[in-house]
């Protein structure tokens, strides 16, 4: 080391006086643009909310800081604050930060106190929306896999288990944020107990407790609040939280404050989340909203002092495989969580954006629009090509011994595919093999050849067998997508949850049914590490399901669109990001890949493809493609030249709906028996030829919903499927803001018939129009029949 001399030793004091000096201005200079640090209040104040006293209306921009590499998130802020608004709202997906049990990870891009302070530096205030559970087209609605270790366990209800670890996991996010509440000097002035209860169920003791375990974290001196549908809101609805309302574009505004003005006179408004767009799930349409119905129910709540959070207002991505899925029925989630929002996956300024921003400049009290920050760079790749392969059955595990079938978490899985292998018995004719159930998309093999494939999106159970012999090796390869994250179906195990079998008949007849036992099982995780340590050989022409690599050079760096057309199904890693699922049927074709994950310089890129693709290459392309879909027609319910005939039935009701926005109940003269039922929609009050349909329920003898989970949609005379994702299962799918709409051009009658499943007995219908004012194409003459076998066609 050199000696330091008097001179040096002035020189650095110096130096040290100038930077402190330099970094006081700075840092008054930003305090300048932040929000105060001081100790503050927000409260429900007499039809507004109070910020230290005054009134103040939220108007909240929605990010979730899982969906955005780390680096980018002061940009994606300074991209609401463009747009005007003042704070941001955010849930805590408990999942991302509890991947092991008891294992939390808040670092990196799960640092939540570093984005909440972030967003306080760039003048933002902070809802914080922790869960447990959030719904958010997130695995499993932001629930860890691993609850499902307790086989019988309680989801989102008084269990006992699941507390203990809801409790454990919102004391540590006490522990990370709780001292950024507005009554400490932070940006957070609210706190969400879970999340639209009323679309699960009705129990106030269970919110309860959420409330209770929520304050005891740390959150004690916050104003918490609850969100709900203005349809339920009033089931769970505690005293002491603040009531909001989740509604989406187009939607009805007066009609969706009606109640709460009713039960609670002097409360503030707001709508927790105003849908700007909607989610794009595997096999259906893009999904777009307009940008100017956006911006009127935006400007009216505004002009009426109504608070909003403007979900999304950056969607983001939800990379690896953190993408959620829908329920009933089973439809997994695309990778892109665009949204249709006003800043798109990229970051970038959409047409909302400006539209939205324009607007909003009106409401800024005098003040000017913050500056737009500018876009990050794009740069294109040209087309990569794959030299290495690592061939999936050359590349399993150890495998496990199990003499029953089991589903993956009962395997201590919790993501990523199973290999279920077992030899068969001799089988001479062909037969039918029962995969009862595979979640979610299996392909079956014997001796290494595929015989197809099963997918529950279509709720497929079962595939026809060639003629076996004794000691065929039979391979069921199962890929889990994203757990179901709306409903009752969140309980939802990966793998195959039940049983396999053979049904086939002998040379006498006789129908047999071997249950099939003794399987080797191996768990293919979805690791980086994993997937990097496979064994790679030279790619030749075969395309087999497996890893491929490749390594790319870069002069720049800067966020491209990687374009996986012409691959199968899988997910991919670039320098050990998971960066997402892709799937040839679209709508989603590319995946956003982020410049600044990318290096100049050497990469590598990683596909795990479990189907194998047509070509192996990917190219970066300047401009995404997220509404490519890949199938000839999404799928209806009415086969081709298929006609209803309803001679000879008679209805057990007749009648017309009124005309307006809320549910209408139809009761029957007496009740009614059977399985199947048909709606007969005769004409609408738009007196054009269409029909739509937001929900519909039935009610039990005692008057009670009856459980739609096991409702499938038997017929439907048209569904609009090109020109949007209106096709007729929406009318049972739990979301009030999409709907069945017959096609354009199609003539009245139109009739929707649904299989419940089994028997039932029905005492009335409830019928929920479309939300947007004055319910759109509504119905208006009806009729309606029930049988208790199946329709004549
Ligand atoms: C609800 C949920 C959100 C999200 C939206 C749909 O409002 O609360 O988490 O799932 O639906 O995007």
Redesign the pocket.
């Given at each position: 080391m050199q000696p330091i001399n008097d001179n040096t030793k002035m020189k650095s004091v110096k130096k040290r006086f100038i930077t402190t000096i330099l970094s006081l201005c700075l840092l008054l200079m930003s305090a300048h643009n932040m929000v105060a640090q001081e100790k503050g209040t927000f409260t429900a104040g007499n039809k507004t909310f109070l910020l230290n006293g005054e009134p103040f209306i939220v108007k909240a921009a929605e990010l979730h800081y899982p969906r955005i590499p780390s680096a980018y998130w002061e940009h994606r802020l300074k991209m609401c604050k463009a747009l005007g608004m003042n704070t941001v709202c955010l849930y805590v997906f408990w999942n991302i930060h509890e991947q092991k049990e008891d294992e939390f990870d808040f670092t990196g891009n799960n640092d939540l106190a570093a984005f909440i302070e972030l967003a306080q530096k760039n003048g933002l205030y902070v809802i914080v929306r922790p869960g447990p559970y959030?719904?958010?087209?997130w695995e499993m609605g932001g629930l860890p896999w691993w609850l499902l270790k307790k086989k019988d366990i309680r989801l989102r209800e008084n269990d006992p288990y699941f507390l203990e670890r809801v409790r454990l996991f919102e004391q540590e996010v006490g522990k990370q944020i709780g001292h950024l509440t507005i009554d400490k000097g932070g940006p957070i002035i609210m706190v969400q107990v879970e999340?639209?209860y009323g679309s699960y169920g009705e129990d106030k003791e269970y919110i309860s407790a959420v409330r209770d375990i929520v304050r005891e974290s740390g959150f004690d001196k916050v104003t918490l609040f609850q969100?709900d549908w203005s349809s339920n809101f009033t089931l769970n609805a505690l005293d002491d939280l603040v009531w909001t309302m989740?509604f989406g574009t187009g939607a009805n505004i007066d009609n969706q404050f009606k109640l709460l003005g009713e039960l609670r006179p002097n409360s503030p408004q707001m709508c927790s989340?105003f849908?700007s767009g909607?989610?794009d799930k595997w096999g259906g349409n893009h999904e777009t909203r307009g940008s100017k119905e956006m911006v009127d129910g935006l400007r009216e709540m505004l002009d009426r002092g109504i608070s909003f959070s403007l979900?999304m207002t950056h969607g983001g991505t939800s990379w690896g495989r953190w993408a959620g899925a829908n329920s009933p029925g089973f439809a997994p989630d695309v990778t892109s969580y665009d949204y249709d929002a006003p800043i798109n996956e990229a970051g970038q300024a959409t047409e909302k954006f400006w539209e939205l921003r324009k607007m909003m400049a009106n409401y800024m009290d005098g003040k000017k629009m913050p500056k737009v920050p500018s876009e990050l760079p794009i740069i294109e790749i040209p087309a990569i090509r794959f030299t290495e392969v690592a061939p999936l059955f050359e590349n399993l595990p150890t495998a496990k011994q199990s003499v029953d079938i089991k589903s993956m978490e009962e395997f201590d899985q919790g993501w990523g595919s199973i290999l279920y292998r077992t030899l068969t018995p001799e089988v001479t004719t062909k037969s039918v093999l029962n995969v009862l159930n595979a979640h979610d998309y299996a392909q079956v093999f014997v001796n290494g050849t595929l015989i197809g494939t099963i997918d529950r999106r279509n709720n497929e159970k079962s595939l026809l067998l060639p003629p076996l012999k004794k000691g065929d090796q039979l391979d069921i390869l199962v890929e889990a997508m994203g757990r179901i994250n709306?409903g009752r179906a969140i309980k939802d195990f990966k793998g195959i949850t039940d049983k396999v079998e053979i049904l086939y008949h002998t040379e006498n007849g006789s129908e047999l049914t071997v249950n099939l036992k003794d399987w080797k099982v191996f768990n293919i995780d979805d690791e980086y590490s994993t997937m990097k340590n496979r064994h790679y050989e030279t790619l030749t022409d075969q395309k087999v399901p497996g890893c491929y690599r490749a390594t790319f050079n870069l002069k720049k760096v800067g966020d491209t669109f990687l374009n996986l057309e012409t691959w199968g199904k899988g997910q991919v890693y670039v320098n050990g990001y998971p960066i997402g699922r892709f799937w040839q049927i679209g709508p989603q074709q590319t995946l956003y890949m982020p410049g600044c994950w990318l290096k100049k310089g050497e990469n590598e890129i990683i596909v795990f493809d479990i189907v194998g693709p047509q070509e192996t290459v990917v190219e970066g392309l300047k401009k995404p493609i997220i509404d490519k879909l890949a199938l000839a027609t999404p799928k209806t319910h009415r086969k081709e030249g298929e006609s209803l005939n309803l001679q000879g039935e008679s209805p057990v009701k007749v009648g017309q709906f009124a005309q307006g926005n809320s549910w209408q109940q139809v009761d029957f003269d007496s009740p009614t028996t059977g399985r199947y039922l048909c709606l007969e929609a005769g004409s609408s009050h738009s007196n054009r030829e269409y029909a739509c349909i937001a929900e519909l329920y039935l009610l039990d003898a005692k008057g009670v919903r009856l459980s739609r989970e096991p409702w499938t949609v038997a017929y439907c005379d048209s569904e609009e499927v090109v020109a949007g994702n209106r096709a007729a299962d929406k009318i049972f799918d739990l979301q009030e803001s999409t709907y069945w709409s017959s096609a354009k051009k199609a003539p009245f009658p139109h009739q929707i018939v649904l299989d419940l499943g089994s028997e039932q007995t029905i005492t009335a219908l409830q019928y929920l129009p479309r939300m947007e004012d004055g319910a759109p194409h509504s119905i208006k003459d009806f009729k309606i029949y029930i049988k208790s076998t199946p329709f004549n066609f």
């Open positions: 959030v719904c958010a087209e999340n639209e969100c989740n989340e849908w909607w989610f979900y709306f």
